[in-house]
């Protein structure tokens, strides 16, 4: 495919007013907070859509679109934002697509952002799969690879008279996505590894502007502007980046905060720590330091405590004495920016058979899960998340693993407040290694960690999804990427997932817990439930015996046609995935009294994949439908998740019931 002059494939290309081309911002990635200080407009809403169906798929840059309205470029529909575009309208040539797409918003900026100069502007991109580009009113800001993880842009000095500004306050917004790697983009860090981009024009097999993308991945390729796109402000002089690492002694809870400050080298600080009922319980003005708090209330799991999810507030105010000398008299003002980060004190340790929250014994029930659900594809849905994690306490889950990518930071916030425990996991699976790929693997993590450092309900990185591990390259790959993970936060193990060939791993060695992905009589034997027991125990004997590390079962389960029957049970049928769960959780009880520290099912809701002989319809591996519709596997987990929580005897009488949610 024929790519424009520049960095390569672009995704997301926004029109503002502004007078400076603006930076992209590599410092601090503070979720965005409204505060005294700061506003937030969110511009999520109908945008105006093109796609570019040329046969090069150019022909937006050779027309410069990002110079007018789009409108005047060709046709154009309306396009929700945040959604996937591929399931929003009856073009099945869009389903699919593979090329540059455009979106475009007006919007209005408040006056007085425009008017005050003291006033930082900031435009932030939740996440767009999976190149972007950003113009603001025809003059390019920044650009970013990768989808799932958030890019900023600070836009410069509003100019009325700038190109396409037909008055002070109101500006275009105009976005540009494509959807497919070209074969140098097609390296194991991105989001969409191990793609081949192949344009189909020979033996007159295939139409002008025929395009095909081979995925190594088993869901689906949704593409477009997934989360919120905002507009933020702060001061010239702000809050840039928040850093805690908690821990406690006896009842005194320890919280280790560092604050980054821009614009100013002559700030004051005023860090506030504030509990639940609206209480100071420490303080500080020094930009780094402890806080001690007596009496603390520890952030503990659901279902590991009947107070779970408990958070405190860090208030960072920082002050600015601003002078300003006029003719000779003299003229002061005050600056001042207030951010507020929720703070959860817990611990997390890691021995050679235990995972430990707050020095207690842990043990994962939970669950994998996908950003997907119909129409809106990965499109970020509040009702869809409350939903799930309704379910997810009525089925006694209190973990997830995000598999395959980082989820959006309003789910980890919900998992802060309703104490689900995480397993944070990069934008890498099926990984190939190779030597390109390393370094923009490393910036995926420094951006995976710095916007998730912060999530008390984030116990564990995984940096990898069912690599390649028994190439020659995979031991240095991974030992870097592990060492470097590590630098970036020692607070937190570190994992990848593999697969039930121990064998063969060349990155074992170098994390600290094992997750184990196997599909015994289903991928292995299939149809064979008779083996489960068998190979099960010799998988985990396998690995521990070389390893001597916790193992946490990361997959495994059954594709089942909701409303399939058979007795005796065969494949595909709602007995067959219960059997399937049975045979395993028979195992995971002789082990959990040793070394095996968790189970996640795959997976918690059907979920689409691209059309092939082996899918009907997307994976059909959930235990519920993708409407959330239980099958019975998840009845089946109910009672165990319930069983293993009151197992436990932390839980008072009255939580000992499984509550409706």
Not at 148 to 170: K, M, W, Y
Not at 356 to 374: A, M, Q, R
Request: overall charge neutral.
């Amino acid at each position: 495919m024929a790519l424009p002059a520049g960095p390569g494939p672009l995704l997301l290309l926004l029109l503002w007013a502004a007078l400076d081309a603006g930076r992209c911002l590599e410092s601090g990635m503070l979720f965005p907070r409204e505060s005294p200080s700061r506003e937030v407009k969110e511009l999520s809403g109908l945008w105006v859509f093109r796609a570019d169906k040329s046969p090069s798929r150019n022909q937006g840059f050779e027309g410069a679109w990002y110079k007018k309205r789009l409108a005047e470029t060709g046709p154009v529909i309306d396009m929700p934002v945040p959604a996937s575009y591929n399931d929003i309208t009856q073009d099945a040539t869009l389903r699919d697509f593979i090329g540059w797409v455009w979106y475009e918003r007006e919007v209005v900026v408040p006056s007085r952002w425009v008017a005050d100069e003291g006033t930082r502007v900031v435009l932030r991109v939740g996440s767009a799969h999976y190149y972007s580009v950003v113009w603001v009113n025809g003059v390019k800001v920044t650009e970013h690879e990768g989808g799932h993880l958030p890019f900023e842009v600070e836009i410069g000095t509003f100019n009325p008279q700038g190109p396409g500004c037909a008055v002070q306050d109101h500006h275009r917004c105009q976005q540009h996505s494509e959807s497919a790697l070209s074969p140098s983009r097609s390296n194991p860090a991105h989001d969409r590894p191990h793609q081949i981009m192949r344009k189909m024009s020979f033996l007159n097999r295939y139409p002008d502007g025929f395009f095909v993308q081979n995925i190594y991945f088993d869901f689906f390729n949704y593409a477009g502007i997934h989360r919120p796109v905002l507009l933020y402000t702060t001061p010239k002089a702000y809050v840039d980046d928040i850093t805690v690492v908690t821990d406690f002694s006896d009842n005194t809870g320890l919280v280790n905060y560092k604050v980054s400050v821009q614009g100013t080298s002559s700030a004051t600080l005023k860090v506030t720590l504030i509990d639940k009922d609206g209480h100071c319980v420490a303080s500080a003005s020094e930009p780094s330091g402890l806080l001690k708090v007596v009496d603390v209330k520890l952030w503990w799991p659901y279902l590991m405590h009947e107070n779970p999810g408990y958070l405190y507030s860090l208030e960072v105010r920082q002050h600015v004495y601003i002078q300003v000398r006029l003719m000779a008299s003299v003229e002061g003002s005050t600056n001042e920016d207030v951010y507020t980060l929720p703070v959860g004190i817990r611990t997390v340790k890691v021995t050679s058979t235990q995972f430990l929250i707050n020095n207690k014994p842990f043990y994962f029930h939970g669950v994998n899960k996908h950003e997907d659900s119909d129409i809106r594809g990965k499109g970020l849905d509040w009702p869809l998340i409350v939903k799930d994690f309704n379910l997810l306490k009525w089925m006694g889950a209190n973990s997830f693993r995000t598999s395959h990518y980082p989820y959006a930071e309003e789910i980890l916030q919900m998992c802060d407040r309703h104490g689900i425990v995480v397993i944070d996991e990069c934008p890498g699976s099926q990984l190939q290694f190779e030597n390109a790929s390393l370094t923009h693997h490393l910036v995926v993590m420094d951006e995976l960690v710095r916007r998730d450092k912060n999530h008390p309900s984030v116990v564990m990185w995984s940096v990898a999804n069912e690599p390649a591990a028994e190439m020659p390259p995979a031991e240095f790959y991974f030992k870097t990427l592990i060492t470097h993970t590590k630098a970036l936060d020692p607070t937190r193990p570190v994992t990848f997932i593999t697969d039930s060939n121990y064998a063969r791993d060349k990155g074992a060695p170098y994390v600290d817990v094992i997750c184990v992905n196997s599909y015994f009589s289903w991928y292995h034997d299939p149809g064979h439930l008779e083996v489960i027991p068998i190979q099960l125990n010799t998988q985990f004997e396998n690995w521990y015996g070389k390893y001597k590390k916790p193992i946490i079962q990361s997959e495994y389960g059954a594709d089942t046609v909701p409303g399939l029957h058979s007795d005796p049970p065969v494949m595909f049928t709602e007995e067959y995935q219960n059997a399937v769960l049975q045979s395993y959780h028979s195992v995971f009880d002789q082990k959990r009294k040793q070394y095996v520290i968790g189970e996640l099912i795959w997976n918690f809701a059907d979920f689409m994949t691209a059309q092939g002989t082996f899918r009907v319809v997307g994976n059909k591996k959930g235990v519920f439908t993708r409407q959330r519709q239980p099958k019975a596997g998840a009845f089946i987990l109910k009672e165990r998740y319930w069983r293993l929580a009151n197992e436990t005897g932390r839980l008072p009488p009255w939580f000992k019931y499984p509550c409706s949610f």
